[in-house]
């Protein structure tokens, strides 16, 4: 996409992988943990290593959906993903990204859970 005249002035300024990791970690902690307030009032069991645990496995639960149904079975596979600049099938093809970016969900996940955890700590 970047690479064609029209839409590579339309695509968003490529960001590095840091930033990129930065901005998952703050949105899924803020996610995390107004979920976890909300569970917490409900059911009140939450103490750092329920929520730690708890939030891990549901980052590593979608860490995992993403990678096995939205990359490798569907986009890989969809015809509608297709860019008229890159209309070869092969160049969705190779799963290495897909599986680049699972890999750095893992410890992104788990940065997320400690920080969830304290949080859910903090507010009592």
Known sequence: VYQDETLGKLAPKKSS????????????????SVLGYVLKGLLGLFDFKTAFLYFFILGEGLNLFDLIIIDLLWWRNSERIRFSCVPEKEAYQNPKKHVDSFMRGIPTFALVAVLTGLIIMLIG
């Not at 901005?23 to 899924?28: E, I």
């Open 17 to 32: 992988v840091s930033v990129t990791i930065l901005s998952n970690v703050m949105l899924f902690t803020v996610v995390f």
